[in-house]
């Protein structure tokens, strides 16, 4: 008896296992968290991106009444590589978990801008990326987009609010464009830019399990009171506002990731559709020279971040696997030449006009995308329409101005939205549109 209720009581405790906190990226120990990129911005941007000591010296890193203040440069003419700016990269690889933001602010609204907080794994696309956050110039929605190697699609079954623009997550997915990926653009117009920040901020919640990856906005008036008392449960929360799942294996396609926060600006994306922006063109002839004379436009540039707090299911992930490809000191993609090209990006269309992807089979390649090297190949993808930029390789990166791997370019999948994710690398990334390579 005592022994069959024992056991009926450990199957009830794992049907109702909740997440308890795993890391607290508490104000006071935030930067100690966090690796400070300082190498060339893999998207070309006209961004110079600093060093801890630097950013606080200049204002740029600060801790104000228990929030983390990251900005930009708004008090000078930029010169060199551009204008001052701040990327980090944590230090610890996450593998399954719940990851919550609470923004007061975020660094959009400016033309020029690019905003991101994300997630990456190594050997990119293999080790996969997560776009939670992304946009540019005067975008008012957000976009959420997957980046992978072949074999990941995911279905649009109702089980989200947002919409579907791309269904297949492979960076080389005939018909997308190149580092497309899979991407999900956000309905509501306070999830972003210039509304999110009007309306006090709000919370991000993203969930990844082994069978999807979920992406939730709360405005500051409708946080989950558990969520704001410490004990997170998504089952209380409703539609997501994108939900990745389908036809994909989530462990094989994303391990070990690494959450980015950045604000880049002009480079594969915002500069891209600078000439097709309604309302960023008429302010200056290119993206750069906008950028460049006007710092007061950047004033309210920057993160100013309540809590960043990460969850696992019953404190503990899975462990990380070896399905991914190792990567080849010396293999390149087909085709690329032997100086690190400009992505190419011929049309963007605005978020608005984003169709809808009806739930059918996408044809898979025959062969996978050739991986970059971990310490720096310089394969950047070229854009495309409705391209969504992927993922950038941070990892194992310390600050230094070493070159990392080129995961990619990102063609944007919005005239002044879109979300990147391409393949970045230790000192420089890839480019993104949903971008695939940061």
């Known amino acids: ?26 104000a006071s120990s935030f930067a100690s968290m966090f690796d400070f990129f300082t190498g060339d911005d893999p998207t070309h941007g006209y961004v110079n991106y600093i060093n801890q000591q630097q950013a606080q010296n200049q204002g740029m890193y600060k801790v104000e009444n228990g929030a983390v203040y990251m900005g930009v440069d708004s008090s000078n003419v930029a010169s ?37 907080f994300w997630l990456l794994g190594p050997n990119w696309p293999y ?24 074999g990941c699609s995911i279905s649009h079954t109702g089980d989200f609010s947002g919409t579907l623009s791309t269904d297949n997550c492979d960076v080389a997915a005939p018909g997308q464009g190149t580092n497309v990926g899979c991407a999900i653009h956000s309905q509501d117009s306070s999830s972003f830019g210039q509304g999110f920040n009007n309306n006090g901020g709000g919370v991000f919640a993203t969930e990844w399990t082994s069978d999807y990856i979920s992406i939730w906005f709360f405005s500051r008036g409708a946080i989950p009171s558990d969520i704001s008392g410490g004990n997170p449960d998504p089952s209380n929360w409703g539609l997501p506002a994108a939900k990745f799942a389908g036809a994909c294996d989530i462990d094989a396609k994303f391990q070990n990731q690494k959450m980015i926060m950045n604000v880049a600006f002009c480079g594969d994306w915002a500069g891209s559709v600078w000439s097709t922006d309604s309302t960023c063109a008429p302010q200056a002839s290119t993206c750069q020279d906008y950028v460049q004379n006007n710092p ?65 089979p996408v044809p898979q390649p025959t062969t996978d995308q050739p991986q970059t090297t971990g310490s720096g190949g310089n394969g950047n ?58």
Not at 80 to 91: A, E, Q
């Open 296 to 360: 007061s436009a950047f004033q309210n540039t920057y993160w100013m971040i309540n809590s960043l707090r990460v969850y696992s299911e019953n404190g503990a992930g899975p462990a990380p696997t070896q399905s991914q490809p190792s990567a080849s000191p010396t293999v390149t993609s087909p085709g690329q030449p032997t100086t690190e090209p400009t992505a190419s990006i011929t049309t963007f269309e605005t978020i608005t006009n984003i169709p809808t992807v009806t739930n059918t």
């Open 80 to 116: 060199g590589r551009g204008r001052d700016s701040i990327r980090i990269s944590s230090k610890k690889e996450y593998n399954h978990g719940l990851f919550i933001l609470d923004l007061a602010h975020m660094p959009a609204g400016a033309c020029g801008t690019w905003p991101a």
């Open 1 to 26: 008896m005592r022994s069959t209720f024992s056991v009926l009581s450990l199957l009830v405790a794992s049907a109702t296992a909740s997440y308890v906190l795993e890391d607290d990226y508490a």
């Open 381 to 438: 993808g070229n854009g495309g329409n409705n391209a969504n930029w992927q993922g950038w390789n941070d990892n194992n990166n310390n600050g230094g101005s070493g070159g990392g791997g080129f995961g990619g370019g990102r063609g944007g999948s919005g005239g002044s939205g879109g979300s990147w994710g391409g393949g970045r690398g230790g000192g420089g990334g890839g480019g993104r549109g949903s971008w695939g390579g940061r």
């Open 127 to 150: 080790g996969g990326e997560v776009d939670i956050i992304e946009g540019v110039n005067t975008q008012s929605a957000n976009s959420m987009a997957l980046h992978t190697d072949a």
